[in-house]
Nanobody
Framework: VQLQASGGGLVQAGGSLRLSCAASGRTSTRYSVGWFRQAPGKEREFVAAISGTTNSTYYQDSVKGRFTVSRDNAENTVYLQMNRLKPGDTAVYYC????????????????WGPGTQVTVSS
């Protein structure tokens, strides 16, 4: 499966962005999708995930209540709605996919797309 993240950009603190992760290829399999981010000089970290079979969602504590992950199976797309953005959310955001339950560990994911830059100005 191939993944393509989009929707990043520059936004002021308090603003919103919606990232999209479009899947192509072998999309008949219901993949779990994870969102990760990497800020300059920092390690990649888990942001949110949605399970392929149960649609259960998981979030990093710092984004709970602000970010929402969802999926549109008809469009083979997973979304990350990001509200009340903070400068600390600035990073390159990546979507990833795996067969099986969602995980908060990046090494559990088999497929990765190129990232999309999110910049939040203060």
């Amino acid at each position: 499966v191939q993944l393509q993240a989009s929707g990043g950009g520059l936004v002021q603190a308090g603003g919103s962005l919606r990232l999209s992760c479009a899947a192509s290829g072998r999309t008949s399999t219901r993949y779990s999708v994870g969102w990760f981010r990497q800020a300059p000089g920092k390690e990649r970290e888990f942001v949110a995930a949605i399970s392929g079979t149960t649609n259960s969602t998981y979030y990093q504590d710092s984004v709970k209540g602000r970010f929402t992950v969802s999926r549109d199976n008809a469009e083979n797309t997973v979304y990350l709605q990001m509200n009340r953005l903070k400068p600390g959310d600035t990073a390159v955001y990546y979507c990833s996919a795996r067969v099986g339950l969602a995980s908060m560990k990046d090494n559990a994911y088999e497929y990765w797309g190129p990232g999309t830059q999110v910049t939040v100005s203060s």
